[in-house]
């Protein structure tokens, strides 16, 4: 049986791919700072995928295990045997308190969100059989974006250069020699448009409204990442939107095996966007 480990599994985000790769009959490894608080969670909290992981009749294959992503030896033993990884981690660069304040934990941004990237992709290389690294990055990573209003805000508000931190954490993953996908989602919600069409582009452009991505989707992809091969070495962003009025999306899981089609590898796209054309798939709906 394939095992893929998810990175940040005890976050939004990381807990929705945790629950698909489960539905779609994987082992899959939960790794996280604190196997007995994610224990809680999986236990107690509402699914986000609109699927539950209580109901997997076989629930040995979830592991939860302990890896944190500053020590790289940490992630030996949870990457060990891994055929893909979804890195789902991020840090808001503020103090984040839990339990009712009686638990600090501050992470930053260069740690996280860039040496965490380049100390996950350096182990999984190390230990081999790493087939996939799918990176959950963030819309205006883009140095050129610098004056992007949502960029700005997260930069600042939201952690000093988390922003910056999370470009070069692609960038680290780019020049790793793994394959990857970098999938960058808008605003994450953990509800979209009761019927969603997926739209990808690439070359990180402003967008002349709001975009928001449905946490159930941004997770659908990463999964479906880790063995499409189109998605090989595939930077996109993705958002959730509704479908045009009087029109009606196609199925989630119809929608996610055509989402990487027609997308250019990063150095076709980047040529794109340097020849004016915004870069390969841009703006494309996926609604049928």
């Not at 095996?257 to 076709?268: I, K, S, W």
Request: glycine share 12%; with cysteine; aromatic share 8%.
């Amino acid at each position: 049986m394939v095992t893929y480990a998810v990175v940040g599994a005890a976050g939004w985000t990381g807990r929705t791919c945790v629950e698909v790769l489960l539905h779609q009959g994987y082992n899959v490894r939960a790794v996280v700072r604190d196997p007995d608080r994610a224990r809680v969670l999986y236990r107690t909290q509402p699914t986000l995928s609109g699927l539950s992981i209580r109901d997997v009749p076989v629930p040995e294959r979830l592991q939860i295990v302990r890896g944190d992503v500053r020590d790289p030896e940490s992630l030996r033993a949870a990457l060990q045997g891994c055929a893909g990884v979804i890195y789902a981690a991020t840090s808001s660069g503020w103090t984040q308190l839990s339990a009712f304040w009686r638990t600090m934990r501050t992470t930053s941004p260069r740690e996280v969100d860039f040496q965490g990237v380049q100390n996950v992709a350096d182990m999984a290389r190390q230990l081999g059989g790493v087939e996939r690294l799918v990176l959950v990055s963030a819309c205006y990573v883009t140095p050129t974006n610098r004056w992007q209003p949502a960029r700005l805000f997260c930069n600042t508000l939201l952690g000093w250069g988390l922003m910056d931190w999370k470009w070069k954490g692609e960038e680290a993953l780019r020049h790793s020699g793994l394959p990857y996908t970098i999938v960058r989602p808008d605003f994450i919600t953990a509800r979209g448009p009761r019927q969603r069409q997926l739209t990808v582009q690439q070359g990180d452009a402003s967008f002349d409204r709001f975009h928001s991505t449905c946490v159930a989707d941004l997770a659908a992809v990463c999964v479906a990442a880790l063995t499409d091969p189109a998605a090989a070495n595939v930077t996109l962003e993705l958002f959730s939107d509704a479908p045009p009025r009087g029109g009606k999306a196609v199925p989630l899981e119809e929608q996610v095996q055509g989402v990487f089609r027609g997308l250019a590898p990063d150095g076709a796209a980047a040529a794109g966007a340097r020849q004016g054309q915004g870069g390969a798939g841009g703006g494309g709906g996926l609604a049928g």
